[in-house]
């Protein structure tokens, strides 16, 4: 289940608290219990997969979770696997770790593994949402986020795109608050 940090604090665990804190910007968070990532435990287990491994648990997944691709029109979909071995994994984490936009939505669900995100409200604070397996996340087009695998250094995640060319970062130049290192 996730857990949002706001920049005083406070930590949020209630899930339509977040969903509450976070519509300004568009965001929609939702839990599906279960998920699907009993399917395939141990391809979840696994942290090497190969493209036909990938392939084999988005299929599953999506048998399960098809209306969440018609709902929307994600025109296709892949699995991102992080883990301490992951190629180039220092490169990975310092793209999606800075503030950026994209021109379309970008939507996945948590399979494994947990994920933080970074947002600016409205009043400019910043918070950080940690996703966790069976959360599906859809952040809108144009929003600023960053993004960060936690220490664990594992994620599994399938990812929705509604355009070809999928999720490329236009980064903003925010700087990073961080709320716990904060003067006060
Ligand atoms: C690793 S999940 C998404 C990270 C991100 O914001 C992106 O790839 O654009
Ligand atoms: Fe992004
Ligand atoms: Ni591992």
């Known amino acids: 289940m996730a857990i949002l940090l706001l920049d005083d604090g406070t930590v949020e665990s209630d899930l339509g608290e977040?969903?509450?804190?976070?519509?300004?910007?568009?965001?929609?968070?939702?839990?599906?219990?279960?998920?699907?990532?009993?399917?395939?435990p141990n391809l979840i287990e696994q942290d090497v997969l190969t493209d036909s491994e990938k392939r084999f648990i988005v299929e599953l997944h999506n048998g399960v979770f098809e209306f969440l691709q018609q709902e929307n029109g994600y025109v296709w979909c892949d699995l991102l696997n992080l883990h301490p071995g992951s190629f180039n994994l220092e490169t990975l984490i310092a793209g999606y770790n800075?503030?950026?936009?994209h021109t379309a939505a970008e939507p996945l669900y948590?399979?494994?593994?947990?994920?933080?995100?970074?947002?600016?409200?409205?009043?400019?604070?910043?918070?950080?949402?940690?996703?966790?397996?069976?959360?599906?996340?859809?952040?809108p087009a144009g929003v600023e986020h960053w993004c960060s695998p936690t220490a664990s250094l594992h994620c599994k995640?399938?990812?929705y795109f509604s355009t070809a060319d999928g999720w490329v970062p236009n980064y903003t130049g925010t700087h990073l608050r961080d709320s716990l290192n904060k003067p006060r």
Not at 98 to 101: E, G, I
């Open 18 to 40: 977040i969903s509450r804190e976070l519509s300004p910007l568009g965001i929609y968070l939702k839990h599906y219990d279960p998920g699907t990532s009993l399917l395939f």
């Open 157 to 159: 995640a399938v990812r």
């Open 98 to 101: 800075r503030y950026h936009t």
């Open 110 to 139: 948590i399979l494994a593994g947990e994920m933080i995100f970074g947002f600016i409200r409205p009043d400019g604070s910043q918070v950080q949402l940690l996703v966790q397996p069976q959360d599906y996340i859809y952040i």
